[in-house]
């Protein structure tokens, strides 16, 4: 009884402090609530106070959150910086490089290892850019802040549950300003979910060990639907006379229909029917633009990160890099 009454007690405090956060309660007074509910939710002292320890905003974070670019780029100014022709080649030279890994993990979940080259390669140029901030001190400064606390406030009890785990060192714990963590820039929440131990040491290390990047990313996308018999779509011709209404990721057509619509591959040969495969008609930048026809395991990409411009640009790099 007298547990119940206390933890009720401390339940009250944790979510009075929370939703005061934005009206003004110290940042300190909210650390100590935030260690409340850590130790609530099963983590042992000792990571709550190393990882914890000295905690204080940056306020590079929240700037950062202020001025996200979402639609600042049209499709062909975000495909040229992202899928660059250097990109490209040390695409290639890391596909033959890390083969041997990139296959364990492809063959065992069941996705191709290009794509897990690009996506490695568009999240982080291949793990050159992981992002300097401490994940902790990062989540701490958004869940803080009052603009997305609840998810910021979730994805750091989860990051917290990871050191616990042993995965990695709170200090070694970097990421994006908004808590990506390690080379495929996994939130704390999908590491939980995905990530994997690929080269069979007992820990799940997304940020230094690459055969548990492969291995994660692989599972990520296995688990979210991948069919390994199909590509992810293909850049298209369409004629003119096909109306705009008919582009968008939701409206599926067979491919036999797009292709009784003259819609063709960019040279102008036929598309490849497959009966009863469905595909999309993706115009980022409108029917003048570059077109596409997306098929199923475009939306599974989508789930990594819900950006068509995203989608496209690990579909193309991927096929520059098996090609
Ligand atoms: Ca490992």
């Not at 570059?290 to 395991?297: E, G, H, I, K, V």
Request: glycine share 8%.
């Amino acid at each position: 009884m007298i547990y119940k009454f206390i933890s009720l007690v401390t339940l009250c405090a944790i979510t009075l402090l929370a939703n005061s956060a934005h009206a003004g309660a110290s940042f300190d007074q909210w650390v100590t609530a935030l260690k409340a509910e850590a130790l609530q939710k099963g983590i042992s002292q000792e990571t709550v106070d190393s990882a914890l320890a000295n905690v204080k905003p940056i306020p590079r974070v929240i700037e950062l959150d202020r001025k996200q670019p979402e639609g600042k780029f049209t499709f062909a100014q975000y495909k040229k910086r992202v899928i660059s022709d250097a990109r490209i080649a040390q695409g290639r030279r890391l596909y033959k490089k890390h083969r041997a890994d990139l296959e364990i993990a492809a063959r065992k979940y069941g996705v191709p290892a290009q794509y897990l080259v690009a996506l490695w390669g568009i999240e982080t140029s291949y793990g050159n850019n992981t992002g300097g901030f401490n994940v902790v001190t990062a989540l701490a400064t958004l869940a803080h802040d009052g603009r997305r606390s609840k998810f910021f406030r979730t994805e750091l009890i989860n990051a917290l549950k990871i050191i616990d785990d042993g995965h990695i060192s709170a200090a070694r714990m970097k990421g994006s300003w908004a808590g990506a963590m390690g080379q495929n820039q996994f939130m704390p929440s999908s590491f939980h979910a995905f990530a994997v131990d690929g080269n069979g040491d007992g820990q799940r290390d997304i940020w230094t060990t690459l055969p548990d990047v492969f291995a994660s990313t692989a599972n990520y996308l296995g688990k979210s639907g991948w069919k390994q018999d199909q590509r992810w779509g293909r850049a298209v011709k369409v004629p003119q006379g096909v109306s705009k209404s008919l582009t968008g990721r939701k409206q599926k057509k067979t491919l036999q229909q797009w292709k009784n619509m003259g819609i063709t591959l960019p040279g102008g040969h036929p598309i490849p029917v497959v009966p009863g495969m469905k595909a999309a008609l993706i115009a980022p930048d409108g029917l003048s633009g570059s077109t596409f026809l997306a098929y199923d395991n475009f939306d599974v990409i989508m789930k990594w990160n819900k950006s068509t411009y995203f989608a496209t640009s690990v579909g193309l790099l991927a096929d520059e890099i098996a090609r």
